[in-house]
């Protein structure tokens, strides 16, 4: 097992590692490159610029400086905002929270209502309400997640008003009652596309262990179905799902940015989008890489948990 | 029983038998295939003819008759903000997503097709080398990924999309690559290269053919992605710049105006939704017929 593990970790290392070239090749094909901030100041001169470029010792070679940067991408500076001169990782941090909250949510949505859709589709397999959720899952994939938040604060908000059309909590007011009320609306619209994924993965999850052998002994043996289909088929048709939680964290991390512009969310999509209107690289780049660092994190997790719940695996 | 009949009757025998019939049929019976085949070819009839049967134009401005709903009055699918005929608005942002979605798929497919050919053939270092670089830019969820490249550009319909093109071609790497690198170990290949067969001839003349089937239907997957993607960007503002409608922008400003107008949010979205899910459908069939083996369950 270790000799897995060590080798998943090895790969996450060289992943990072591309993911870091990758960030230095945007930071410098930047309009300005990593200079953009005084290019844009009025009454720089070209020699203000040049003695600039060599203080930040941009006149270096990419590659030492490519080093440098990797450098201090480890060792946690990566760079101040050029909207409040706040170092990134703290302006990452204080919006990583609602960014969470809502993923968080999104994947215990997806996991109880598409786990259970699928779990059904997958035991009446080729019903009416197999081939409906099919054909729903799939339509559900079509739909632009914004609209969809759209069409949920028109219905749930301005028709029915029975939530609220977005923002994480009025100020003043910062109950954990009216936080989840709040959370009800961006959830569901993140939730969408996480739980049609679930609901397809844990079908054929269930479907493949439903043919298993020892489904068949313990349906010979005269258990009853119910124990057979929780006991035998259930709990060993959810381990793959682990893996496939953890490859959820890129689709969920763009969802998230959607939900969260449609909703006025503070989490890091927002937080992203408006970088990107003030052309706040530091900020831009550092979150894409801090964005791609999760994935790569999600992905070990989900391995490494895999082979803890799965005894199977750490056997071969 | 003329002749003529007789060896119609007898080639239609050999056909019903080959491949390629079977394929067709299961193709064809696959009904939500079949629907988005047809709502597809409607929507792009419609997008290339309608304009010039809607009495309005798609940039004619109307103060007077801002607000209009649908199905009341002169325009059918009412007006927006600014008074323009929703309905040739609509038809012509299509022809922009659809155009921008196809033509996506096209350059995601030659680059994905290049890349995971020459990985899959060659392995070793340049295989390992392309394909982790494949796995890298997968790390990057699409829409950040796309903004910051969108932030880079000047936004236009062909920066947009190679943007959105940039961001689609490595799933089909991984499938070409895992194809070649099956299909070069079997004998044909292995007898093209012991005559002494360019490497150029053996993968794209050799390999590739036999690995048309997944590359389409993850081509036609791709144009379902792009025009979703490219609802993304340009509803988040970086993409097809206004008065140049793409059903993407035209949800930009719907939101503010969702309590009085809501048809300006609902019929972009439900174009998109169409489209994209007909294109989901369509790939879908095409999965299930040219490879029976692979359906999901």
Redesign the interface.
Do not use: D, E, K
């Given at each position: 097992m270790s000799g897995f593990l060590l080798r998943r970790l090895a790969q996450s290392i060289?992943?990072l590692w591309?993911?870091s070239m990758?960030g230095f090749a945007?930071l410098h094909?930047?309009?300005g490159g990593p200079l953009s901030q005084f290019t844009n100041t009025p009454g720089m001169t070209d020699e203000d610029l040049q003695r600039l470029t060599a203080q930040m010792g941009l006149d270096r070679p990419l590659p030492v400086q490519y080093l440098e940067w990797f450098g201090r991408l480890l060792t946690g500076d990566w760079g101040r905002s050029y909207r409040d001169d706040t170092p990134v990782l703290l302006v990452i941090g204080s919006r990583l929270g609602a960014t969470l909250q809502l993923m968080v949510t999104a994947t215990l949505i997806a996991v109880l209502v598409g786990g259970f859709i699928g779990v059904v589709g997958a035991v009446r397999?080729y019903s009416f309400f197999d081939q409906l959720v099919t054909?729903g899952a799939?339509?559900a994939?079509?739909?632009?997640?914004?609209?969809?938040g759209?069409?949920v604060?028109?219905v749930f908000s301005?028709k029915l008003g029975w939530l609220p059309p977005g923002n994480i909590s009025p100020v003043g007011n910062e109950s954990l009652i009216v936080f989840l009320h709040h959370l009800i609306g961006p959830s569901m619209v993140l939730g969408l596309v996480t739980t049609a994924i679930w609901s397809?993965f844990m079908?054929?999850s269930m479907?493949d262990v439903i043919n298993q052998d020892y489904v068949r002994t313990a349906r010979a043996k005269g258990v009853s179905e119910r124990i057979v289909l929780v006991r035998h088929v259930l709990r060993n048709a959810l381990l793959p799902m682990i893996t496939i939680a953890g490859l959820e964290?890129?689709?969920l991390?763009?969802g998230a940015?959607?939900t969260e512009?449609?909703f006025t969310w503070p989490g890091m999509g927002r937080l992203?989008?408006d970088s990107?209107g003030y052309?706040d690289y530091p900020v831009?780049?550092g979150?894409?890489t801090f964005?791609?660092i999760l994935?790569?994190i999600g992905n070990l997790l989900a391995d490494v948990l895999y082979v803890v719940a799965d005894p199977r695996i750490r056997l071969q | 029983m003329t002749a003529d009949t007789a060896i119609a009757a007898h080639g239609g025998q050999t056909l019903r038998r080959s491949t390629r019939y079977r394929t067709l049929r299961r193709f064809t019976r696959h009904r939500l295939a079949m629907f988005g085949l047809v709502v597809i070819l409607l929507l792009v009839l419609a997008c290339a003819v309608g304009p010039s049967l809607v009495p309005f134009d798609q940039f004619q401005l109307n103060m007077r008759a801002r607000f209009r709903e649908p199905f009341a009055g002169a325009h059918l699918l009412g007006t927006d903000e600014l008074g323009r005929d929703m309905l040739a608005r609509l038809l012509m942002a299509g022809r922009i997503s659809l155009t921008i979605g196809f033509c996506a798929m096209v350059i995601a497919v030659t680059v994905g097709t290049v890349v995971g050919t020459v990985a899959g053939f060659y392995g070793g270092a340049i295989g390992t080398v392309l394909m982790r670089f494949v796995d890298a830019v997968l790390c990057f969820p699409t829409i950040f990924l796309l903004l910051t490249l969108a932030a880079l550009v000047s936004p236009g319909i062909v920066t947009i999309t190679l943007i959105i093109a940039l961001t689609a071609w490595m799933e089909v790497a991984r499938v070409v690559q895992g194809q070649i690198r099956a299909l070069r170990e079997r004998d044909f290949a292995v007898a093209a290269e012991a005559m002494g067969a360019p490497d150029r001839w053996i993968m794209f003349k050799e390999l590739l053919p036999n690995a048309v089937a997944p590359i389409v239907v993850a081509a036609t997957l791709i144009i379902a992605r792009a025009i979703l993607l490219e609802s993304y960007v340009s509803y988040l503002g970086y993409g097809i710049q206004p008065p140049v409608a793409s059903w993407g922008n035209m949800l930009e400003k719907a939101q503010q105006y969702l309590t009085t107008a809501p048809w300006l949010a609902l019929l972009p979205g439900l174009m998109i939704t169409l489209a994209v899910s007909s294109f989901n459908f369509l790939g879908d069939g095409l999965r299930d017929a040219l490879d029976p083996r692979s359906e999901l369950s």
């Open positions: 060289v992943l591309i993911v990758i945007l094909l930047t309009p397999r054909v799939m339509i994939l079509s739909i632009p997640t914004f609209w969809f759209l069409m604060i028109y301005v397809r079908r054929s479907l964290v890129p689709t991390l763009s940015l959607v512009t449609v992203f989008l990107i052309r831009v780049m979150l894409l964005t791609a994935v790569i | -």
